[in-house]
């Protein structure tokens, strides 16, 4: 069975950082892309940042400058360095990864159970 298991979550003040770790476990063959995404209240989860296995990053417009994603193949974790952290970063940020189980017969999408991150005023 393959999880996603998040961490690094928690409460900073505007302009502070966090990082968050993802890290996949279980019977696998293979993952491919890897991301991370977030859902403030009353609104619908957005992409925030993608990484491929051969570390070919993608980055919502409103993260650019401010967010950095990042993996290790053979921890298979991803990692979200967030700087600069403004109030309406504040979400609950979930990971994703495109995985191979291990018996399974094909690449599917799996989500992590999600980290709050809240950032004051």
């Known amino acids: 069975q393959v999880q996603l298991v998040e961490s690094g979550g928690g409460l900073v003040q505007a302009g502070g950082s966090l990082t968050l770790s993802c890290a996949a476990s279980?019977?696998?063959?293979?993952?491919?892309?890897m991301g991370w995404y977030r859902q403030a209240p009353g609104k619908q989860r957005e992409l925030v940042a993608t990484?491929?296995?051969?570390?070919?990053?993608n980055r919502a417009d409103s993260v650019k400058g401010r967010f950095t994603i990042s993996r290790d193949n053979a921890k298979n974790t991803v990692y979200l360095q967030m700087n600069s952290l403004k109030p309406e970063d504040t979400a609950v940020y979930y990971c994703?990864?495109?995985?191979?189980?291990?018996?399974?017969?094909?690449?599917?999408?799996?989500w992590g159970q999600g980290a709050q991150v809240t950032v004051s005023s």
């Open positions: 279980g019977s696998m063959s293979s993952i491919n892309t």
């Open positions: 994703k990864a495109n995985i191979l189980a291990r018996y399974g017969s094909g690449y599917r999408d799996y």
């Open positions: 990484i491929t296995r051969g570390g070919t990053t």
